[in-house]
């Protein structure tokens, strides 16, 4: 364990005049928080290009077009990338998972 | 006077002219109207009516020409060996001086009379085998020529040559010579311009009468020169006598042979002083290598460049000393920051031999090549077999230390040259693959915490590695990039955001964020702990959460806590200190608002902590003194109280949780995140092979993964049998494709079965087949029998 010290000794006294206000003994200044976002999907994988969702699509990758590879929901809830269910669409309008008929929920973005 | 063709008395006007010619032919003096006037009569003799007297005059000049070599020859043989040189030379400056004049007076007769019946280049070209070259008439300037070379030079070829010879000789020994450099010079230059005019072959007579006994002569002196000189000198004078030597010989051959010449001569020095002692040489090479003696080697380099496979010794020895110096700068590494030792003596050994071989050895591609291939060996290095290779993990750790931010005060440039030295190592590296893991590790960290010197600097080291392995090894860590640069925007649109809304919506916190996008961050799972927000920090995640899903759709946020940091004003004790710390600490410093004592069990509780990260966390605590027990153990009933005496120095500063037990746990887990990626990599491999092939021999099918995977590491054989062989019963079970193993006439061929095939002939003939059953081997034996007749190809 090591305490890792480091810079600025002199405001210690400016700090101890400040304390003589009835204050709390603990001040939160400031917070860098963390944190990681990932498509609210129920299945990981693209069921039709069975690359992760959270990648792009295979056809993104290799166009390098990573940014802006979305995923889509439809109505019965399953997920894939979008660009990979246009094509899909154009063949056949059922989702490929449960075979009902296709209708857009929402747009990732 | 007329041109027309006139009767003209023969014995008459060639009375005048043979006067002329015999003036012509001996240099001697003629009157310029005497000169004009035999042009007019070379014509007339020509044109003469009604016979031209062209072959007469012809045959007259040439044998007044005979007679006149023929009273030279006699004159010139008369001479002494001494004089012999120098009587020969005056007479051939003054007869090919005279035959050119001469060839021009007859250039009516030349050129009307004799060129067409000469025969054409086409047919000294492609038809010259029957014709019989001496009934052929030649112009007067080459028939003179010719007839000194018969006449003289055949009949005095063996005397002149012994005294050409002789000569040489002289001048290699530095002995008095009798007959001056120009004469030699001029001699030897005769046998060549004696035959000026021939279209072809020029060199012939100098080269089968003189040039031959001169190599041989050279030879058998070098020989002798050699062996006298390796008597009495070791092998590092000896090449400095050889080096002398050829350079005098080069400048004997300029100064007294035709150019074609120059190269023959050199190379029978070579020939017969190195190439004919290169054991002798080669057998000194490995001490000189290893003293480094640099004025020896590169001299070895001079002599033996051209030596075919001359240089193969010397080459493996510098190797192998290369490698030797560069394993004894890395073995033994002891000490602080092993990483910066590391690299830096291995560039020290690298600068080192990198300017050797420009110096010593002109940049020689076989040394350059050499080096490289030491380096490969040092940098891959391993004690043994069993552990890894730790070089990438160290280059990376070199490259973060560069990096952070630091006191060591080194400026942007010095940095970007540091890292730019860096990617010289990093090239040798077998493994890339384990060092991007280590670096994006560590460049997450950076990142993260804020700890990047500079991003310049981070993506300029970035943009290196791209440079060096191409746009997908960096793309995860370009991603990280684009997700600091987005998080910075959405805490500037975040900061917006609270403005518009008021005072209700104050924090009352300076807040930050960086949202991340998940699958591109190398974080690890481990550190994952469920845990309760404290009171304080609820609203901020709350309020950003309504933020940014008001910005965002169909995205969820998980907070990861154990890379958050806060700071914390605290006034307990005498002074205020502003510190940083992590938030689970945070939350474990708050709860001692109230109260001055806990229990860890109610600490654990309240903050919902598993027990490693409680521990972990705590402990860092109670090192910082900010809180204390009285035991030295930490139970569920210990009591933990505030520190009031606490005092410290500095007022602002961080308490951070101890990194060298991690940085042993990380680089375990980094090694297992690699060998699951080379599994995935090398069975993507596979498959892209097979298709691209249909069918190959189990070998072949190993070579390929083997060198389509090098850039990234070097693949163990076992590892790759492996892979192939679950190739057909797990990795690519979901894909289109199935491979299968066949024995035929003894190859063990590969190929890839198409899963439609398996899948057709299994659901209508059979009902469920498993997959690794007899019948499907069948199948797929048919398929591949059918695969073969149809590429019929010779290769198998």
Do not use: W
């Given at each position: 364990m090591s305490n890792d010290v480091e810079i600025q000794e002199g405001e210690a006294e400016n700090n101890t005049s400040d304390s003589?206000?009835?204050?709390?003994?603990?001040?939160?200044?400031?917070w860098n928080a963390v944190a990681m976002w990932s498509w609210?999907?129920?299945?990981?994988?693209?069921?039709?290009?069975?690359?992760?969702?959270m990648d792009a699509c295979l056809r993104c990758q290799g166009e390098n077009k990573q940014d802006d590879c979305v995923v889509i929901w439809g109505e019965c809830n399953h997920s894939f990338h979008n660009c990979c269910m246009s094509l899909w669409v154009k063949q056949n309008?059922?989702?490929?998972?449960?075979?009902?008929e296709w209708s857009v929920q929402r747009v990732g973005k | 006077m007329s041109l027309k063709p006139r009767a003209v008395n023969f014995e008459e006007v060639w009375g005048d002219l043979v006067e002329t010619v015999q003036q012509v032919v001996t240099m001697g003096s003629i009157k310029r109207s005497v000169w004009n006037t035999r042009f007019s009569d070379v014509y007339s003799l020509c044109v003469?009516?009604?016979?031209?007297l062209a072959e007469r005059l012809y045959t007259e000049t040439k044998k007044l020409l005979e007679n006149h070599v023929r009273q030279l020859y006699f004159e010139v043989e008369e001479q002494s060996e001494e004089n012999l040189l120098a009587e020969y030379h005056r007479f051939w400056i003054q007869f090919s001086k005279g035959t050119q004049y001469l060839n021009h007076l007859y250039s009516y007769l030349n050129s009307q009379h004799i060129q067409k019946q000469k025969f054409s280049d086409a047919d000294l070209t492609?038809?010259?085998?029957?014709?019989?070259?001496?009934e052929q008439l030649l112009e007067i300037g080459e028939l003179g020529l010719e007839i000194w070379q018969r006449e003289?030079?055949?009949?005095?070829q063996k005397r002149l040559v012994g005294v050409l010879l002789m000569g040489i000789q002289q001048d290699r020994t530095a002995t008095a010579t009798d007959a001056p450099t120009s004469t030699i010079r001029g001699v030897i230059h005769s046998f060549v311009d004696v035959n000026m005019?021939?279209?072809?072959?020029?060199?012939q007579l100098y080269e089968s009468i003189f040039e031959g006994a001169l190599l041989r002569e050279t030879g058998s002196f070098y020989r002798k020169e050699a062996s006298a000189l390796l008597q009495d000198c070791n092998v590092s004078q000896y090449m400095e006598c050889v080096i002398a030597r050829l350079a005098e010989e080069e400048l004997r051959a300029t100064k007294f042979?035709?150019?074609?010449s120059h190269q023959r001569v050199v190379k029978e020095v070579q020939d017969r002083m190195v190439a004919d002692h290169l054991a002798t040489v080669h057998a000194e090479t490995g001490s000189m290598v290893s003293a480094e003696r640099t004025r020896d080697l590169s001299n070895m380099y001079t002599l033996l460049?051209?030596?075919?496979?001359?240089l193969t010794v010397l080459v493996h020895h510098v190797k192998d000393h290369i490698k030797q110096q560069g394993l004894q700068a890395v073995t033994s590494l002891k000490g602080d920051n092993i990483p910066a030792q590391f690299v830096e003596s291995l560039l020290e050994v690298h600068k080192k031999y990198r300017t050797m071989i420009m110096d010593?050895?002109?940049?020689?591609q076989q040394f350059v090549g050499a080096l490289d291939k030491a380096f490969e060996s040092v940098v891959n290095?391993?004690?043994?077999?069993k552990v890894v290779c730790r070089s990438p993990e160290l280059l990376a750790r070199y490259c973060d230390t560069l990096l952070k931010?630091?006191?060591?005060?080194?400026n942007e440039s010095e940095v970007d040259d540091k890292l730019g030295h860096s990617i010289t190592i990093f090239k040798y590296i077998d493994d890339k693959d384990v060092f991007q893991k280590f670096y994006a590790r560590m460049l997450a960290k950076r990142l993260i915490q804020q700890q990047s010197q500079s991003m310049d600097s981070e993506e300029a080291m970035i943009n290196k590695l791209k440079q060096a392995c191409g746009y997908e090894y960096t793309s995860k860590l370009h991603r990280m990039f684009t997700d600091m640069s987005v998080s910075s925007d959405l805490n500037q649109k975040f900061n917006e955001f609270l403005k518009s809304k008021?005072?209700?919506?104050?924090?009352g916190i300076n807040f930050s964020i960086n949202v991340l996008q998940a699958g591109a961050w190398p974080l690890g799972?481990?550190?994952?702990t469920p845990f309760a927000v404290p009171q304080e920090l609820e609203k901020s995640v709350q309020t950003f959460e309504t933020f940014y899903h008001s910005h965002f759709s169909g995205r969820k946020l998980t907070w990861l806590h154990h890379l958050c940091q806060g700071e914390l004003k605290v006034s307990h004790s005498k002074r205020t200190y502003l510190i940083t710390m992590s938030t689970f600490q945070m939350a474990m410093l708050l709860m001692f608002e109230k109260v001055d004592s806990l229990t860890c069990n109610e600490l654990q509780t309240h903050t919902h902590l598993n027990d490693e990260q409680f521990n972990k966390f705590l402990q860092s605590l109670l090192d910082s003194k900010l809180l204390m027990t009285d035991g030295e153990e930490l139970r569920g009933e210990t009591v933990v109280r505030l520190n009031t005496d606490y005092s410290n120095k500095r007022t602002k500063f961080k308490i951070s949780v101890a990194p060298q037990r991690e940085q042993q746990h990380e680089a375990e887990q980094t090694h297992s995140a690699v060998e699951e990626d080379r599994k995935l990599y090398l069975q993507a491999a596979i498959v892209r092979i097979m298709k691209a092939r249909k069918l190959l021999k189990h070998t072949m099918l190993i070579q390929e993964v083997i060198s389509q995977s090098r850039a990234r590491f070097a693949p163990q054989i076992p590892m790759i049998k492996k892979c192939i062989e679950q190739g057909s019963v797990v990795?690519?079970?979901?894909?289109?494709w199935a491979s299968v193993a066949y024995q035929a006439e003894k190859i063990h061929l590969f190929a890839l079965i198409p899963l439609s095939l398996d899948y057709a002939l299994s659901s209508t003939q059979f009902s469920v087949i498993p997959r690794e059953s007899k019948t499907c081997a069948q199948l797929a034996t048919v398929f591949v029998k059918n695969l073969i007749s149809s590429t019929q190809s010779t290769s198998f």
């Open positions: 003589q206000k009835p204050e709390k003994m603990f001040t939160l200044k400031k609210d999907v129920e299945c990981d994988t693209c069921a039709i290009c069975r690359v992760q969702v309008n059922r989702c490929p998972l449960c075979q009902q | 003469a009516f009604p016979e031209p492609y038809g010259s085998m029957q014709m019989d070259m001496s003289m030079i055949r009949p005095l005019y021939k279209k072809k072959s020029t060199l042979l035709p150019p074609s460049r051209p030596v075919p496979n001359g010593v050895f002109h940049n020689d290095h391993r004690g043994n077999t931010k630091s006191t060591k005060g080194l008021g005072k209700t919506h104050e924090l799972q481990t550190s994952i990795g690519l079970q979901d894909e289109e």
